[in-house]
């Protein structure tokens, strides 16, 4: 059996940054679509389903931007689309979350 002896006797220090959690920041994406004003979501991590609900969002005409320190910008007034693209959806369980902010938007939901 392996050990791990450590010697201590030293403080630690230091930073490490910790990212948001991708199971938070999803369902906040989609609630954007809910407001008529621009919101402002930090602390986003950076991974494959963020930029695909991001794409999503934008191809229902939300426009957004990403800044590099993975700050976004979501404003849904020039919002028309109601359909969520299936090519898109498909590849993200996540997807789902839009149709509810879509229906308490416009009332419908493709």
Known sequence: MHKLYIHGGMPLQGEVNISGAKNAALPI???????????????????????????????MGVRFTVNENMMIELDARSMTNCVAP?????????????????LARYGKAT
């Open 29 to 59: 994406l989609a609630a954007g679509i809910l407001t008529e004003e621009p919101i402002y979501i930090s602390n986003v991590p950076y991974l494959q389903d963020i930029t695909t609900k991001l794409d999503l969002l934008g191809r």
């Open 86 to 102: 299936y090519d898109l959806v498909r590849t993200m369980r996540a997807s789902i979350l839009v149709l509810g902010p879509l």
